[in-house]
């Protein structure tokens, strides 16, 4: 691919066992197809936004739809970084890193997902060090934030185990019902205390301004 018109398709995030980057289409409907075969126990629903309810054609549809949104609405301002996540070559999740006014608050927030298969192997954790290194490390950023339901404790522990500290609590609705999630807070100083995975960037001085940076 010329990477002239987009060069994030240049991008590369890697881990001792992770690889992200933004899918192409063959690998965007192979995410899709891990997304349709479930991300989460039938009955709960860990997400604000609750993309996974529906058949699995319409799950997979809508990674595929949401992808691709990010990168036709993505501008300089407000941009989503939804990265495709392999492991051992076989696509497994995706980690997301969006960016609000970036060049002036210097904050980014994450957001993830893992296919059943592959959870309780340490890799959402993995995931979330490489997007968290790509924002302080190569974008400067100053604040990553992150939320959670208070009754998901994988997510909670994830952010814990990378620093993260309690930022308050809010309620949200989901499926016409409220729910309690809890935010939470890294700054650069704690990120760098936490760090435990070793990640490479690779391309990002080819698309840095599409940050805003």
């Known amino acids: 691919m010329d990477l002239r018109h987009w060069p994030l398709y240049g991008l590369r995030l890697r881990t001792?066992?992770?690889e992200l980057r933004l899918p192409g289409l063959e690998l965007l409907d192979e995410l899709a197809s891990v997304a349709a075969g479930g991300v989460?126990?039938?009955g709960r629903m860990p997400f604000t936004v609750p993309w996974t309810d529906g058949r699995p054609e319409e799950v997979g549809r809508g990674v595929l739809q949401h992808v691709l949104g990010t990168v036709a609405d993505w501008s300089v301002q407000d941009w989503t970084l939804s990265l495709a996540v392999l492991h051992e070559g076989r696509a497994?999740?995706?980690?997301?890193?969006s960016g609000r006014g970036f060049a002036v608050r210097r904050q980014v927030q994450t957001g993830?997902?893992?296919g059943l298969a592959f959870q309780g192997r340490?890799?959402?954790t993995e995931m979330r060090a490489a997007a968290l290194h790509l924002s302080f490390a190569g974008l400067g950023?100053?604040?990553a934030v992150s939320s959670a339901m208070t009754d998901n404790p994988r997510s909670l522990g994830v952010s814990r185990r990378l620093g993260y500290t309690d930022d308050g609590l809010e309620t949200d609705i989901v499926r016409g019902a409220p729910v309690t999630l809890r935010r939470l807070r890294l700054d650069r100083a704690r990120w760098e205390a936490?760090?435990?995975v070793d990640v490479t960037v690779?391309?990002?001085d080819a698309c840095r301004a599409e940050f805003g940076v």
């Not at 497994?92 to 890193?97: A, S, Y």
């Open 16 to 18: 001792p066992r992770l």
């Open 202 to 204: 690779e391309g990002l």
């Open 112 to 114: 993830s997902w893992l």
């Open 92 to 97: 497994v999740g995706r980690q997301d890193l």
């Open 194 to 196: 936490h760090r435990s």
């Open 141 to 143: 950023a100053r604040y």
């Open 122 to 124: 340490g890799l959402g």
């Open 40 to 42: 989460h126990a039938p």
